[in-house]
């Protein structure tokens, strides 16, 4: 009988398993947050940076700054004023003042060949071409330019003429002390207030008018830690957000604020109109450390004062509140440490300026030259209330007028700034790529305690053009941005590390770009450094890295 054969048994093959994964992938958000010299280094806000030039932190992300283009030129010497006259009833004219004394009308554009025409000339032996200026209508509906400069004197300007107050009893003059005197003014409530130079003097006027007889007060036995004033500034506020010191039950109020040199602040009330009011007394007084020289150390600022000091930058209302400035403000405490150290390095040097950009919606604190450098600027934007710094900007001084701003420089030119595509245009030739820089605060990349090898780094935009990216991962704790700037060809396809960036398109014309790039060292922590080149307003809107866990050593 025949066996039927068994069936050849299956074969068995083991399944094999696919190596363990080890690589880990990381996603941050830009820096929005802005700077943060304050935080410890490990593991520290993805959202703040170390470094941050000229990517102003928006809304949607860190944005690549506008450029700037030549306005006016061959002004001689460093630009050490810009100063508006706005009438109600003329056009506006704007006026730059330079270091030997000139004043110059730069309202309009002109080519880089033309020499402007003096228009006059105020000598000084203290601080030629630094001007104080405000708007000022009188009583009998005249207005004027109102202008003091140290060394100087006092000036106005109604349109068509520059004139300088003297002392005596005709028109136009004052009666009972020498306006040459004067180094600053402000116009509190309806009068002109003036300082005198190295005194604690304050002279006012009475209420509507430039020029007569002056009432002197002095407020010298309230300093003390000495020195002389270096700022009288009008505050209108919001009374019932400022400590107890506001009107009655809150609402809107009016003060007078008096800084000395050594940093001791006072606030003055009032009833009524003016100084001469028998309410007009003392309601509080702050320390806030020596201030820069010259008068530029301030500005108003919403219903605000900003204020530059040794101890860094300050706010009225925080001040008034017990706030400190490091650990309780809540806008600069992030910065001012460094912010300190630079006004202590710099504090009698020309000049700190802070000044209230709206259109840029930028509060810019202008600093001077410092070990070697010029055309530094720290900019808090007000939305987020976050800063970065501007590198590049012709920025001895600033000002705004008909919603656009201006910087005069150290060569005698005024510019155009937050305006085009590259830094330095004139006469429509274009100028610099637009660049900026940033490294980004530590990041654990998952476990601290562990070392990971660095693979891979992603930084994504929104830009109208694909803009030029040099990026890596830096190990603890390494600060320093790449040192080598990134090509940038506008309008076309930008490459990077031979690779074509990926492009998404996001709306209209404005397209998303990324790509990975290798990524090369070791480190717990690792943050993002990149230098980007491109058209102004490109947004870095995040980034990513890839990494390899390891062990503990």
């Known amino acids: ?124 032996t203290i601080r030629p071409g630094e001007w104080t200026s405000l708007n000022y209508t009188t009583n009998a509906g005249q207005h004027f330019l109102v202008a003091v400069n140290p060394g100087g004197g006092y000036w106005t300007y109604d349109g068509v003429a520059w004139l300088q107050h003297t002392m005596g009893s005709g028109t136009g003059q004052i009666s009972n002390v020498d306006p040459t005197t004067f180094n600053f003014v402000t116009v509190f409530k309806t009068q002109l207030v003036f300082t005198q130079t190295g005194t604690n003097v304050m002279w006012a006027l009475p209420t509507g008018v430039i020029a007569g007889n002056m009432e002197e007060f002095d407020v010298g036995s309230l300093f003390p830690n000495g020195g002389s004033i270096a700022a009288v500034i009008n505050w209108t506020f919001d009374g019932s957000a400022a400590g107890g010191l506001g009107a009655t039950g809150g609402g809107m109020d009016n003060k007078l604020v008096i800084i000395s040199t050594e940093g001791d602040v006072l606030v003055y009330g009032t009833g009524m109109e003016g100084l001469e009011n028998a309410g007009f007394a003392l309601q509080g007084r702050w320390y806030i450390g020596r201030v820069p020289v010259g008068h530029r150390f301030f500005t108003q600022y919403n219903a605000d004062i900003a204020i530059i000091s040794e101890r860094g930058l300050s706010f009225m209302t925080e001040l008034m ?30 000049y700190w300026e802070v000044k209230f950009l709206p259109h840029e919606q930028l509060l810019v604190i202008k600093v001077p030259e410092l070990r070697g450098v010029i055309d530094i600027q720290w900019a808090f934007e007000v939305n987020n209330k976050a800063f970065c710094m501007l590198r590049g900007y012709p920025m001895n001084t600033v000002d705004t007028f008909n919603g656009r701003s201006y910087g005069g420089d150290y060569a005698g030119n005024v510019w155009l700034l937050f305006e085009g595509e590259s830094d330095g245009e004139v006469d429509d030739v274009p100028g610099k790529d637009l660049q900026g820089s940033v490294v980004t605060s530590f990041q654990t990349l998952g476990e601290g305690t562990f070392v990971k090898r660095f693979l891979m780094v992603k930084p994504s935009f929104i830009a109208n053009t694909a803009p030029g990216v040099i990026a890596r991962l830096n190990a603890e704790w390494n600060l320093q941005p790449p040192n080598v700037s990134p090509p940038f060809l506008p309008q076309a396809d930008s490459f990077w590390d031979i690779g074509l960036w990926d492009v998404a398109k996001w709306a209209g014309t404005t397209s998303s770009y990324e790509a990975w790039v290798g990524a090369v060292g070791t480190g717990r922590y690792g943050s993002l450094s990149m230098r980007v080149r491109g058209a102004a307003d490109t947004i870095f809107v995040g980034w990513q890295a890839v990494v390899e866990g390891g062990g503990i050593l």
Request: aromatic share 8%; hydrophobic share 35%.
């Open 1 to 124: 009988m025949a066996l039927t054969p068994l069936p050849h048994p299956r074969k068995y093959i083991p399944r094999r398993s696919f190596a363990t994964q080890s690589h880990q992938a990381y996603a941050f958000p830009s820096p929005i947050a802005g700077l943060d010299s304050s935080s410890p280094l490990p593991g520290g806000n993805p959202q703040t940076a170390i470094v941050l030039n000229n990517l102003i932190p928006r809304d949607l992300g860190c944005m690549l700054r506008k450029g700037y283009r030549r306005w006016v030129s061959n002004m001689g010497s460093e630009i050490r004023s810009l100063m508006t006259y706005r009438s109600p009833s003329e056009s506006p004219k704007h006026f730059a003042a330079n270091s030997v004394g000139n004043i110059y009308d730069v309202t309009m554009e002109r080519a880089s060949s033309v020499v402007p025409t003096t228009l006059i000339n105020v000598p000084s």
């Open 321 to 350: 509140r017990g706030e400190g400035f490091y650990t309780h403000a809540q806008a600069a405490a992030r910065i001012n440490s460094e912010v300190a150290a630079q006004v202590a390095e710099t504090i009698s040097d020309f």
